[in-house]
Nanobody
Framework: QVQLVESGGGLVQAGGSLRLSCAAS????????MGWFRQAPGKEREFVAV????????YYADSLKGRFTISGDAAKNTVYLQMNSLKPEDTAVYSC?????????????????WGQGTQVTVSS
């Protein structure tokens, strides 16, 4: 079993920045990759970014490259999402997810564990 807990969400003005954190606990040795998804009301869940611990490789949604950065601290079992130049369209619930089978994918169905989500609201 793996538990994921997000933090860092909140209200921010357009053009500002936020840094989200996701801490994993439990059987963390089985976690291969950790990523971020977001979902706005009335819209489908959208892939944001993923980090694979082995090799420290990262992958981003094309539309978010250059504004969002994913990073991790293996010693803390924690992954971060730095969000810069935020826009109102970035408003959504951001969720942390992890895979446990040696895969890294933008498909949410590939993920075995999910956090509760944290609200990010960007005002204009």
């Amino acid at each position: 079993q793996v538990q994921l807990v997000e933090s860092g969400g909140g209200l921010v003005q357009a053009g500002g920045s936020l840094r989200l954190s996701c801490a994993a606990s439990g059987r963390t040795f089985s976690v291969y990759s950790m990523g971020w998804f977001r979902q706005a009301p009335g819209k489908e869940r959208e892939f944001v970014a993923v980090l694979a611990w082995r090799g420290s490789s990262t992958y981003y949604a094309d539309s978010l490259k250059g504004r969002f950065t994913i990073s991790g601290d293996a010693a803390k079992n924690t992954v971060y999402l730095q969000m810069n130049s935020l826009k109102p369209e970035d408003t959504a619930v951001y969720s942390c997810a992890a895979t446990g089978r040696g895969r890294s994918s933008p498909d949410s169905r590939s993920y075995d564990y999910w956090g509760q989500g944290t609200q990010v609201t960007v005002s204009s």
